[in-house]
């Protein structure tokens, strides 16, 4: 359900282009790792997983999500996995992520864990991995397939203002942004 609004609702704030490498390819139960730079990546990337792979993966996502209502619902109920941060709980999403797999669906996660912090609408290069996609790659077998995007900090970034006059302001501004699926 999500996967289908984001495909929806993404084309409408901005020009939405996906490429991908020629040996991109999705085998059941593979684990797809994303650059996070904006709260409208997730979105993002699950629009151009969809529209061009028809891909609904199940995303590892902060914990704290599950608190807003009808959401936490709708996240539950897509069997995504949450991921208590700085908690000795952290590490159970792992397992969740493991059973997702194990079952041929895709996880999506953020190895960064969090999103940089920066003021500004510019992009910012990864930060460092956490371990955690290594251990569950390394736990599972599953391949490691590398997206990348860019622009979605062009509707969201910055203080809650900035990021509120983002989000109006997008539809007329129509930023480019852009999805690249590399090769496992």
Known sequence: ???????????????????????AR???????????????????????LR????????????????????????????GYVPVHRGTARAAAALDG???ALASGRHVMLYAEGRIPPRRDSAENPPEAFRTGL????????????????????????????KQLAGVLTAPVRRPGLHVHIGAP
């Open 1 to 23: 359900m999500l996967s289908r609004i984001a495909a929806r609702v993404v084309p409408f704030f901005g020009r939405l282009t996906v490429t991908a490498d020629p040996g």
């Open 26 to 48: 999705l085998a059941p139960g593979s684990i797809l790792v994303a650059n996070h730079t904006s709260l409208a990546d997730p979105a993002l990337v699950l629009a151009a």
């Open 51 to 78: 529209g061009h792979l028809a891909v609904e993966p199940v995303l590892m996502a902060a914990s704290g999500l599950w608190r807003i209502p009808v959401l936490g619902r709708a996240l539950t109920r897509e």
């Open 97 to 99: 992520a493991a059973v």
């Open 134 to 161: 290594a251990r569950l790659a390394l736990a599972t077998g599953a391949q490691v397939v590398p997206i990348g995007q860019a622009g979605a900090r062009r509707i969201t970034s910055g203080g809650r203002a």
